[in-house]
């Protein structure tokens, strides 16, 4: 039996990242204790989250971590508590009375995978046992009736407190409408802004989503109309920031990045994700081709010190998944699956961050659309 003593078990724990991916859980001091008697470890570790998934997927972190890189047949037990937590700030808006959590996935380029990531981030949530809605945003072509096998569905019609709402469709757990529904697919495209903006406003004021963990909200490519509506209408908890590693992907993604963080917006990027990472034979997994180019968006991550969320690679899977409207995510036992979950757990973790450490979100005024300077209103 190797010697177990507390540096080479120290050492280990610290390739275990904590806060996403820029710090480890020892510099960050959440490990508390370690004990060590004869092949038994027991460690005492916090967690910046209380999410059972979060928690269990650090246990799993450090009991792999230990057996892979110090003794394999370690006993090791894990306690983790879950760090001191201000109340959550509330981001509840009139708008969205139950939705406790709004994530929006954005990119700057079209194409790069957002609706792939919303839709399997959204599945993974609901997998975790989190209540969960999707609002497909894309006028340019929304995507979600397909990806999600429900082209043929329709929004319900539903009477609460003597007022009729629009009732979601539900798939794989999840609560969803899509600007799909009411254009169809291929006319949407052809709608005008104001168009946009109002079936936007619908599926966000006039529809009747009851009591919801997270909103995923899967928005066109850019930076347009429909980016500022949603900012104005509803107050978003985060946003995640798509995009594949090459450089013009990367460029529009800044621009993505720069627009959440504009003073007047202020919603906080919790991540990115760098999709179509790489390409890896079915024959030889083992291979990886950097198609577009290698971790730039882990670059991009490092240099605007924001956590990479996923590395998600090209596979055909992934776009089979989304053709045959069963998304990836719900794969048995596959790695890519295992990558969605990831994504999940990781996002979760960083929402439970900023609700640690940064006010609730506000909606944004913009008096005018063009030079004046927008202006915060306040929730409550
Ligand atoms: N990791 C991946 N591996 C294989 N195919 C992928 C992957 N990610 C996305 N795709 C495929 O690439 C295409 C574009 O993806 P998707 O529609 O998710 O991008 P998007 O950013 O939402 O596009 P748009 O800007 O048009 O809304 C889809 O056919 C999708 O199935
Ligand atoms: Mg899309």
Redesign the pocket.
Known sequence: MPSLDRNTITQALSSISAHGMQQDIVSAGHVRNVQIFGDEVEIDVVCPSAALAVKKKLEVDILEAIQQKVYEKAKVKVRVSVLEQPAAPSIRGPQLPGVKHLIAVA?G?????????AANLAVALSKMGFATGLIDA?I??P?MPLMFDALNERPGSIEVDGKRWMDPVEVYGVKMLSIGFFAGTDQAVVWRGPMATKALQQMIGETYWGELDFMII?L??GTGDVHLSLVQAVPLSGAVI?STPQPVALADARKGIAMFQMDAINVPVLGLVE??AWFSPPDQPEVRFPVFGQGGVRHLSEQMNLPLLAE?????S??EA??VGRPAVLQENTEVSRIFQTLAVNTVEQLSIRNQTLPPTEVVRITTMAGCAPRKQPQH
């Open positions: 990119s380029k079209g194409g790069v995978g957002k609706s792939t990531v894309d340019h072509g995507s899967d066109p490519p798509v999709n179509m998600i690679p090209l596979v055909q992934i776009r989304g053709d």
